[in-house]
């Protein structure tokens, strides 16, 4: 028993070792990615002449995500990172008899600051805060009217511009790669519709970066 506990000491001592990195250091990462997106309370009522309703659901929608983030080493084991990244958010509904490719398209200027733990070298927990600001936002469907298909399109005016979320995550090193894994769960209300529920942003999104200077 003694020889065991003496093996897991030294096994977490050498963790440790593996986990520290050059205090002070600052370093960019490019990186590039995709979303897994949703919007929560998003719901939309389907009515076909006037009889009865029915209940559309919000689905996840894939986007393209890309921009930079800095992370300063304050010790061997946490570090501090911020950035700058565009993330196409929203999210989709199934196809009906008459309506299809309904879409929602909410482009992001996101700015999360997070604190990364390094469990051992490499292999970082985060989290943190983030700061959204929706520079372009877009609902679009095909609707069937008369017989023929017509596409249409509005300015997305009912979501609201700014969002605030709490990203977490994980991430691993692999020489000067790094992959990263993250869940941003939305805290504030994204819509302007009065009476209505939360509709909060919810999105997976995963990214390689590149790591200049490390």
């Given at each position: ?32 990615g ?34 930079m ?16 990244l565009?993330s ?9 008899d ?6 929602v ?16 070298k ?93």
């Amino acid at each position: 028993m003694k020889k065991l506990f003496l093996s897991l000491i030294l096994l977490a001592g050498s963790l440790h070792s593996f986990a520290q990195h050059e205090v002070g250091t600052l370093t960019f990462i490019p990186k590039v990615g995709i979303n897994l997106a949703n919007v929560t309370g998003n719901d939309v009522y389907y009515m076909k002449d006037g009889i009865g309703d029915k209940l559309l659901k919000p689905q996840y929608r894939i986007g393209l995500m890309a921009g930079m983030e800095g992370e300063y080493q304050m010790s061997s084991a946490l570090s501090l990172s911020a950035g700058a990244l565009y993330s196409l958010q929203g999210n989709k509904y199934e196809d009906i008899d008459c309506q299809k490719n309904y879409s929602v398209a909410l482009h992001y200027v996101n700015v999360p600051v997070m604190l990364n733990y390094y469990v051992v070298k490499g292999l970082a927990l985060k989290a943190g805060l983030q700061a959204g600001y929706a520079f372009y936002k877009k609902e679009s469907f095909d609707q069937l009217m008369g017989g023929s298909w017509s596409s249409y399109s509005t300015s997305g005016t009912i979501y609201k511009n700014f969002d605030v979320a709490v990203p977490i995550g994980i991430s691993y090193d692999f020489d000067k790669w790094r992959v990263d894994l993250r869940y941003n769960y939305g805290l504030t209300s994204i819509s302007k519709l009065n009476g209505m529920p939360s509709v909060s942003n919810r999105v997976f999104q995963l990214s390689v970066g590149y790591m200049l200077g490390k």
